[in-house]
Every structure is written in C-alpha cells, then in structure tokens.
C-alpha cells in the first residue's frame, strides 16, 4: 500500500497544497483558500491510488519550503527536488523538457514541440502543460505563445506575469513579455 505525505505551505503568492510519493513530489496546487486543503489533498491522491494512505506531513517538504523562500527572493534558480511526474509519455516529455528550460530564459510551445520530436504538436504541448502537476518546480511559467503573449498558468496569467517578473523579464499591461533590454 502507498503513502502520501501532503502539506500547506504558505508563499507570497497563494497558499501551496504539495504531495509527495515516496519517490518524490507528485503535486503543487495553488489554493486560493488554505482551509481546503484537507480535503483537496485527499481528492487529488484518491484520483492518483484509490488504495494508497496520505499523511499530514510538515516536516517532509522542509527542504522545499526553503527552496521555495530562496527562489521567491530571487536566490534560487534551479529547484532540487525529487519528482514523481504522472501521465502520458508525451506529458512527460513535455514537463521533462520544460526542467531544462533555465531560469530567466523563455520558450514557445512551438520551440518544445520542437525539442521532443513533435513540431505540429504545438497545442498538444499547451495542454500537456495545462496538465502539469509541478508548477513552479517544472517552470511551465517559461513558456509562452509564439507571438509573445502569456497564456495560461494554473496559479493564474497574473502569477505566471509575477514570476517572469521575478526572474528578470518585464511584462506589459498587455500581457506581453519581451526580454530585457540593458539600454
């Protein structure tokens, strides 16, 4: 029988449901509302082991609260955690792909459908990352359409624009991104 350990961690941005297998981190959700984290949590694994146990655990995503707090203040560039990502082949391409994206630099879909061996999957990618049960440790906020425009983020287009601020990108009223200039 499987064990899950689940936790609330607070951030600067919306509260963050996190579980874990034993293999390594299986969800981050944002949640607007922290109280519902109980139940969410017990939801989300029953969908992934209808057999398994979860347990309330702090103290296992210590190391991830403090990766966290480093990358919200702009000191952590590369999270360090054990993943455990779940879905199709392609999905886990695609979120394999975007962890080597580096931290400050952007993608399009159309450049990952590239990488994985699948250009005219474009809009498969963009959903495979609509799916993506890592936010922020599997940075899918890098990536964006091919004409520049920020699209979907699960925390919210507002959030995926904080980060892309956070590490270095301006972004318009648009919802626009362009690189930096220095001058």
Request: some cysteine.
């Amino acid at each position: 029988m499987a064990i899950y350990k689940y936790t609330l961690l607070p951030t600067v941005l919306d509260p963050l449901l996190v579980i874990a297998s034993s293999k390594g981190l299986v969800r981050i959700e944002f949640l607007q509302k922290g109280y519902q984290s109980h139940t969410r949590a017990h939801q989300l694994v029953k969908e992934l082991d209808p057999s398994a146990t979860l347990r309330q655990n702090s103290n296992a995503f210590k190391k991830l609260h403090r990766q966290l707090a480093s990358y919200f203040t702009g000191q952590l560039e590369q999270f360090d955690m054990p993943v455990d990502l779940r879905g199709s082949d392609f999905q886990v391409d695609v979120w394999n792909n975007m962890l080597t994206i580096p931290f400050g630099k952007l993608h399009t879909y159309g450049r990952v459908a590239k990488d994985i061996g699948r250009p005219a999957a474009t809009r498969a990618v963009g959903q495979a990352a609509a799916m993506n049960p890592l936010p922020l440790v599997v940075p899918c906020h890098r990536v964006i359409g091919s004409n520049g425009k920020l699209v979907g983020f699960a925390g919210g287009v507002h959030v995926k624009a904080q980060l892309l601020r956070l590490e270095g990108h301006t972004v318009s009223n648009s919802n626009r991104i362009a690189m930096p200039e220095l001058f």
